[in-house]
């Protein structure tokens, strides 16, 4: 029952436990990938459903003991007509993907007093049955019968277990069959109630939950087992002390069960106690050293504490992993601990038959910036997976200007539309005006997509050299290229371009007439005015928004009398805008149309709002502000108390040291940022209670919101 039970999917859990190949040299076998499927209920009785899952969770709870197996269980939610009707044809593909060698999947039938269970091993690659055990008993003795056939099939496997393998295997605590059912029925409680959305149905699911856990207490409280699932089951309700009490108590016990020992760690990592999380998983590793998600855990805390010296040594040990996620999981570690003493490794990890493992480690080579990545990531432009390519064409990006810049300007005449199309980003991203005129080029070239970045990174360039042919390519005949082409034109802001994108405010498309008026408004071209004037009557309201902003960044007063008539658009947005364009202006007119948006139905006329009045920075706006603070949109959320924090009225820091406890990562991380802003000293408690936040970037900011307060920063 490893597990982090928070995260558990709607349809499926997926738990894994990988092996580490290195670990295992001194058991002189292949660790055997399996999963643990829930067994058939083939009795007529359907009081028995709950065998299902918990003969499934017997297993795996055995499994993990054994130093031959690398496990990964998969739970289905307790479905038992769907369960009851699948076929192993249906796991296989899946089975495949996850480098499965065996499933563990069965039956049971009879009645309590006379019980058969049938556990089958088979082979994922032929699906053949390779093991059968028949268990006839009754249900009193199932436990103790099911490990001896576990251990029975695992010496048929590898005849070398070890004699402290064998005893924790058969150390089997739950002695009442009515706990067993009680705690499986606690799952099922658990399941709805991570599965429901509804508050108050979750609410509801809470204390029938506590009850069964409770009673399980009564009929069974010296048994480890009941100790160590009711602290899971607290983990997953976020009650991390009553978890770390039952899993205490487990431990008490039972001294070396390893599901308790990871639980603590889970319950004292969450519980932000990060010393006792790693000695937990560090006892862990100990006693099996075979199972790599007690590596990856413990790899994930070293890696919070920023510890790369022993972080490093466990991420490399993960990349031999035959499963593709603790791969990708080793990779990404690499990519915080930095060291570039890991490129040839990463280097390799590029040519990883999985693509997500290709893609991070792109990705982290691009953070590395070490210059012996470069040809194996020009080599990346070419994978076939869009993500690995744009990951490769990212980190490229991210090595600068030098010499290999000239390789890229010469991809632009590639055979392979995708590397031609990756070279123009990285040319735009990089604003390296010496390939200008191989842009202008590659604006004529077959495919509309290369068209389009290449219009893109003569946008980035800014170089008027591109004028000519970037008002010829808003006629294009593909809608990417001709948007590329007038976004290209604004970013150059050269009023030469004025009269094309005028002409654009009568193209068919609303896009592309939006686009127009924006980019007309970024030029500030006051011969502009009279057509964007007319805009504010297009039939489209995306239009009119542009229209007004344009409007208001041009600043021309012969527009004042068509945006106060504007003030009457039916779109509140539109409205937003024309209140800010007059603003601007000098003429405090319509600025309540903003304040009162604040309170509009429509969350995006809030967000809207709140988006101005932190640009126009408008002090009268402050009460509705911290009003907004409890919008039920988190975005709104976040955007008010950006807002607050660049008016900087004090009035704003007792409700935005409430927001640092909102449950919106974005809204906690903007309300830290904006207190650092205001730099009031009532808020330092508080910041320093966020440096504990579960979000790193929270607790990154809060640092710096203290640091300014305190006069440390600027």
Same mark, same amino acid.
């Given at each position: 029952?490893?597990?982090?039970?928070?995260?558990?999917?709607?349809?499926?859990?997926?738990?894994?436990?990988?092996?580490?190949? !290195?670990?295992?040299?001194?058991?002189?076998?292949?660790?055997?990938?399996?999963?643990?499927?829930?067994?058939?209920?083939?009795?007529?009785?359907?009081?028995?459903?709950?065998?299902?899952?918990?003969?499934? !969770?017997?297993?795996?709870?055995?499994?993990?003991?054994?130093?031959?197996?690398? =496990?990964?269980?998969?739970?289905?939610?307790?479905?038992?007509?769907?369960?009851?009707?699948?076929?192993?044809?249906?796991? =296989?593909?899946?089975?495949?993907?996850?480098?499965?060698?065996?499933?563990?999947?069965?039956?049971?039938?009879?009645?309590?007093?006379?019980?058969?269970?049938?556990?089958?091993?088979?082979?994922?690659?032929?699906?053949?049955?390779?093991?059968?055990?028949?268990?006839?008993?009754?249900?009193?003795?199932?436990?103790?019968?099911?490990?001896?056939?576990?251990?029975?099939?695992?010496?048929?496997?590898?005849?070398?277990?070890?004699?402290?393998?064998?005893?924790?295997?058969?150390?089997?605590?739950?002695?009442?069959?009515?706990?067993?059912?009680?705690?499986?029925?606690?799952? =099922?409680?658990?399941?709805?109630?991570?599965?429901?959305?509804?508050?108050?149905?979750?609410?509801?699911?809470?204390?029938?939950?506590?009850?069964?856990?409770?009673?399980?207490?009564?009929?069974?409280?010296?048994?480890?087992?009941?100790?160590?699932?009711?602290?899971?089951?607290?983990?997953?309700?976020?009650?991390?002390?009553?978890?770390?009490?039952?899993?205490?108590?487990?431990?008490?016990?039972?001294?070396?069960?390893?599901?308790?020992?990871?639980?603590?760690?889970?319950?004292?990592?969450?519980?932000?106690?990060?010393?006792?999380?790693?000695?937990?998983?560090?006892?862990?590793?100990?006693?099996?050293?075979?199972?790599?998600?007690?590596?990856?855990?413990?790899?994930?805390?070293?890696?919070?504490?920023?510890?790369?010296?022993?972080?490093?040594?466990?991420?490399?040990?993960?990349?031999?992993?035959?499963?593709?996620?603790?791969?990708?999981?080793?990779?990404?570690?690499?990519?915080?601990?930095?060291?570039?003493?890991?490129?040839?490794?990463?280097?390799?990890?590029?040519?990883?038959?999985?693509?997500?493992?290709?893609?991070?480690?792109?990705?982290?080579?691009?953070?590395?910036?070490?210059?012996?990545?470069?040809?194996?990531?020009?080599?990346?432009?070419?994978?076939?997976?869009?993500?690995?390519?744009?990951?490769?064409?990212?980190?490229?990006?991210?090595?600068?200007?030098?010499?290999?810049?000239?390789?890229?300007?010469?991809?632009?005449?590639?055979?392979?539309?995708?590397?031609?199309?990756?070279?123009?980003?990285?040319?735009?991203?990089?604003?390296?005006?010496?390939?200008?005129?191989?842009?202008?080029?590659?604006?004529?070239?077959?495919?509309?997509?290369?068209?389009?970045?290449?219009?893109?990174?003569?946008?980035?360039?800014?170089?008027?050299?591109?004028?000519?042919?970037?008002?010829?390519?808003?006629?294009?005949?593909?809608?990417?290229?001709?948007?590329?082409?007038?976004?290209?034109?604004?970013?150059?802001?050269?009023?030469?371009?004025?009269?094309?994108?005028?002409?654009?405010?009568?193209?068919?498309?609303?896009?592309?007439?939006?686009?127009?008026?924006?980019?007309?408004?970024?030029?500030?071209?006051?011969?502009?005015?009279?057509?964007?004037?007319?805009?504010?009557?297009?039939?489209?309201?995306?239009?009119?928004?542009?229209?007004?902003?344009?409007?208001?960044?041009?600043?021309?007063?012969?527009?004042?009398?068509?945006?106060?008539?504007?003030?009457?658009?039916?779109?509140?947005?539109?409205?937003?805008?024309?209140?800010?364009?007059?603003?601007?202006?000098?003429?405090?007119?319509?600025?309540?149309?903003?304040?009162?948006?604040?309170?509009?139905?429509?969350?995006?006329?809030?967000?809207?709002?709140?988006?101005?009045?932190?640009?126009?920075?408008?002090?009268?706006?402050?009460?509705?502000?911290?009003?907004?603070?409890?919008?039920?949109?988190?975005?709104?959320?976040?955007?008010?108390?950006?807002?607050?924090?660049?008016?900087?009225?004090?009035?704003?820091?007792?409700?935005?040291?409430?927001?640092?406890?909102?449950?919106?990562?974005?809204?906690?991380?903007? !309300?830290?940022?904006?207190?650092?802003?205001?730099?009031?000293?009532?808020?330092?408690?508080?910041?320093?209670?966020?440096?504990?936040?579960?979000?790193?970037?929270?607790?990154?900011?809060?640092?710096?919101?203290?640091?300014?307060?305190?006069?440390?920063?600027?």
């Amino acid at each position: 029952m490893i597990r982090i039970v928070s995260t558990i999917l709607i349809s499926l859990i997926v738990i894994s436990i990988f092996f580490i190949e !290195s670990e295992l040299d001194a058991y002189e076998i292949n660790p055997v990938v399996i999963a643990v499927m829930p067994f058939k209920n083939e009795t007529n009785e359907k009081s028995l459903d709950w065998l299902s899952i918990g003969i499934q !969770s017997i297993l795996e709870n055995d499994l993990v003991y054994l130093k031959m197996f690398d =496990t990964v269980f998969l739970l289905q939610l307790p479905d038992m007509e769907k369960l009851n009707k699948m076929r192993f044809e249906e796991l =296989t593909e899946f089975a495949k993907m996850e480098h499965l060698d065996h499933i563990w999947i069965g039956r049971y039938r009879g009645s309590p007093d006379d019980m058969d269970v049938e556990i089958r091993v088979v082979e994922v690659k032929s699906g053949k049955v390779l093991f059968l055990r028949q268990i006839k008993c009754e249900i009193g003795q199932l436990l103790a019968n099911l490990s001896n056939a576990i251990l029975d099939i695992a010496a048929e496997i590898n005849p070398n277990i070890d004699k402290e393998e064998r005893e924790r295997v058969l150390s089997k605590q739950i002695n009442s069959v009515e706990a067993w059912q009680r705690l499986t029925q606690a799952y =099922t409680y658990y399941f709805s109630y991570v599965r429901e959305w509804d508050e108050g149905k979750r609410e509801e699911i809470i204390p029938k939950l506590l009850r069964t856990i409770t009673n399980s207490l009564v009929m069974d409280k010296d048994s480890a087992d009941v100790w160590n699932i009711i602290g899971w089951l607290y983990i997953g309700l976020n009650e991390y002390r009553y978890a770390i009490k039952a899993f205490e108590k487990a431990l008490e016990i039972k001294q070396f069960y390893l599901d308790s020992i990871i639980g603590m760690g889970h319950a004292f990592e969450r519980d932000r106690k990060i010393e006792e999380a790693i000695k937990y998983y560090k006892k862990a590793t100990d006693l099996n050293p075979s199972i790599s998600l007690f590596w990856s855990y413990l790899l994930d805390v070293l890696i919070e504490e920023e510890d790369e010296k022993e972080a490093l040594p466990i991420a490399l040990k993960l990349l031999k992993c035959r499963r593709p996620y603790y791969r990708y999981k080793a990779v990404s570690a690499l990519g915080e601990i930095g060291d570039d003493s890991t490129v040839p490794v990463l280097i390799e990890a590029l040519r990883d038959e999985d693509s997500s493992v290709r893609s991070e480690s792109a990705k982290v080579l691009g953070e590395i910036r070490d210059k012996r990545a470069i040809s194996a990531l020009l080599d990346a432009l070419k994978d076939t997976d869009k993500l690995v390519r744009n990951y490769a064409a990212y980190a490229l990006y991210n090595m600068g200007k030098t010499d290999w810049i000239k390789i890229i300007v010469e991809s632009l005449g590639e055979k392979d539309k995708m590397v031609r199309f990756h070279a123009a980003d990285i040319i735009g991203k990089l604003k390296y005006s010496g390939a200008v005129p191989e842009l202008i080029e590659a604006l004529r070239d077959e495919d509309e997509h290369v068209r389009g970045n290449a219009a893109f990174a003569l946008g980035e360039i800014k170089d008027k050299r591109a004028l000519p042919a970037l008002i010829e390519a808003i006629n294009d005949e593909d809608s990417y290229v001709r948007i590329m082409a007038i976004t290209a034109l604004g970013k150059i802001g050269d009023k030469n371009a004025t009269s094309a994108l005028i002409e654009m405010l009568k193209d068919n498309d609303h896009t592309l007439r939006a686009l127009a008026a924006q980019f007309l408004g970024d030029i500030k071209d006051n011969k502009a005015v009279p057509a964007i004037i007319e805009a504010l009557k297009d039939k489209n309201v995306y239009v009119r928004r542009k229209a007004a902003y344009a409007l208001g960044e041009i600043k021309d007063r012969r527009a004042a009398p068509a945006l106060i008539e504007a003030l009457k658009d039916s779109d509140k947005t539109v409205q937003i805008y024309t209140s800010s364009a007059l603003y601007s202006m000098g003429k405090n007119v319509g600025l309540e149309i903003i304040i009162d948006s604040l309170k509009d139905k429509n969350s995006d006329v809030r967000y809207a709002a709140a988006h101005i009045l932190s640009k126009i920075r408008y002090k009268k706006a402050v009460p509705a502000l911290i009003d907004a603070l409890k919008d039920s949109d988190a975005n709104v959320r976040w955007r008010s108390a950006r807002a607050l924090g660049k008016i900087g009225d004090n009035k704003a820091v007792l409700p935005l040291i409430e927001s640092l406890k909102d449950k919106n990562k974005y809204v906690r991380r903007e !309300s830290a940022f904006a207190l650092g802003e205001i730099r009031d000293k009532r808020a330092i408690s508080a910041l320093k209670d966020a440096l504990n936040d579960d979000d790193k970037v929270v607790r990154h900011i809060a640092k710096d919101a203290i640091n300014k307060i305190e006069g440390k920063q600027k």
